[in-house]
């Protein structure tokens, strides 16, 4: 079945620094990806959908210059936290949907999460 | 617009009991459902799925029908077990185009032996 792989799959950083994480799609192109974000027992937040070969499209009160999107590929996109702060700490997931043989109902498949520490 | 709500949790069961997840959504159109289970320091896993009315999606001892009349997802199991114990995520996705599943808060179920 479809897989999408996100790494690092945690990742502790210093105030101030940048992290990046990348999600890849490994066995299906995937034009569209969603980040989502997701707080200690909470549920998901999308954060953004990207686009390969475009700009993303943020959600209401994400900040597109502290989290910066790169689909370079259709098997690849990046989240960039700039200047990470205590706040930015979360556990972030991305997802990609395969349409192989199938429509839009197709199940979304997610990244087992990335969880950002950040001291 | 699109949103789901399903029963705040946690939900403790001893092992071998009846589980209930209640889910109602409010959607336009024909939306897709989804029921993702998340494992401890895991991402998400789709559990199943139904993308019509009256569809029963099935996986692993657990079900949930379609139910249009009551815009309702219930998701089931006859009997738990402790490895059970997760995070379940009710979700729906638009009629049209690709985009991202609106979830749910999530219910935490603990199964106890």
């Known amino acids: 079945g479809a897989v999408v792989s996100q790494h690092p799959s945690w990742v502790i950083c210093k105030s101030g620094t940048s992290v990046k994480i990348e999600c890849r799609s490994l066995d299906f192109q995937a034009t569209t990806m969603f980040w989502y974000r997701q707080f200690p027992k909470q549920s998901l937040m999308l954060m953004a959908t990207s686009n390969e070969g475009s700009k993303a499209t943020y959600e209401q009160g994400v900040e597109k210059d502290k989290f910066l999107i790169n689909h370079a590929s259709l098997t690849l996109s990046t989240l960039t936290v700039t200047s990470a702060h205590p706040e930015d700490s979360s556990f972030y997931i991305c997802s990609a949907r395969d349409f192989r043989g199938s429509s839009y109902n197709s199940p979304l498949h997610f990244g087992n999460g990335t969880r950002l520490t950040v001291t | 617009g699109n949103s789901v709500t399903q029963m705040e949790g946690p939900v403790t069961l001893s092992e071998e009991a009846f589980l209930t997840i209640n889910c109602t959504y409010t959607a336009t159109g024909y939306p897709s459902l989804f029921w993702y289970v998340q494992y401890p320091g895991e991402g998400l896993q789709l559990l199943l799925k139904a993308t019509k009315a009256d569809d029963k999606g099935s996986n692993k001892g657990f079900e949930a029908t379609y139910r249009k009349e009551t815009t309702s997802f219930h998701l089931e199991k006859g009997s738990v077990q402790v490895s059970d114990s997760a995070v379940y995520f009710c979700?729906?996705?638009?009629?049209?185009?690709?985009?991202?599943?609106?979830f749910g808060k999530g219910t935490r179920l603990s199964v106890i032996a």
């Open positions: 979700a729906l996705s638009g009629d049209s185009g690709n985009t991202p599943l609106v």
